[in-house]
Structure formats: structure tokens, C-alpha cells
Nanobody, 121 residues
Framework: QVQLVESGGGLVQAGGSLRLSCAAS????????MAWYRQAPGKQRELVAR???????NYADSVKGRFTISRDNAKNTVYLQMNSLKPEDTGVYSC???????????????WGQGTQVTVSS
């Protein structure tokens, strides 16, 4: 199995910053991509940011210029630096990885449990 553990969520005032971390562990052979998703109450889960093993990134339009995703491939860890936070950023942020385990030929999707981010106005 591959396990993802998020940390860094919390309560912050509008305009503040948070840094989320997600560490992947287990019998990992390779990770093709890691990403952050979020889901606000009553809304669909949405992609916030994504990064591939080669460093390519993409962001939701709503967070461009404010959030930065980065990855430490050696540590199988992904980060999300969130600046200029808005109340609309409130939600449960979940880590995602597309990875291959040892002895498996195909990539599979893995999800963390999520961490709450609350931005007060």
C-alpha cells in the first residue's frame, strides 16, 4: 500500500498564509504525480494544484498567483504554500498521488485523509 499523511492545516485570518505538507510512504516504486484537492461544504471536490515527477505544474484559476505547489521527490513529499488566503479557500484539503508500487506494472490513485483549512474574514 501507499499511505499519504497531510499536515499543516488550521485556522488563519484572511490575507494570511499556510503551508501544507503531504508525505507518501509504503512500498513505492515511483510517483508520477502528486496533487492537492479541496472540498468546501456543499461543493464539489476540485483540483487546487498538481505537480508531476518532472516538475510540471498546473493550478486552479482561483489560486493562481497565490498558491505554489512543490515536491521533494527524494522524500516523496509534496507541499502547498498558500499565501493571501481568502475565506473562499476554506475547505478540506486532500493529498493525492498517482504511484506505482513495487512489483506492479500499473499506476494507481491514492488519497490522504485530508486536513481542514479555515480562513476567517
Amino acid at each position: 500500500q501507499v499511505q499519504l499523511v497531510e499536515s499543516g492545516g488550521g485556522l488563519v485570518q484572511a490575507g494570511g498564509s499556510l503551508r501544507l505538507s503531504c508525505a507518501a510512504s509504503g512500498s513505492i516504486f515511483s510517483i508520477a504525480a502528486m496533487a492537492w484537492y479541496r472540498q468546501a461544504p456543499g461543493k464539489q471536490r476540485e483540483l487546487v494544484a498538481r505537480i508531476t515527477s518532472l516538475g510540471s505544474t498546473n493550478y486552479a484559476d482561483s489560486v493562481k498567483g497565490r498558491f505554489t505547489i512543490s515536491r521533494d521527490n527524494a522524500k516523496n513529499t509534496v507541499y502547498l504554500q498558500m499565501n493571501s488566503l481568502k475565506p473562499e479557500d476554506t475547505g478540506v484539503y486532500s493529498c493525492y498521488a498517482r504511484a506505482k508500487r513495487y512489483y506492479n506494472d500499473y499506476l494507481s490513485d491514492y488519497w490522504g485523509q485530508g486536513t481542514q483549512v479555515t480562513v476567517s474574514s
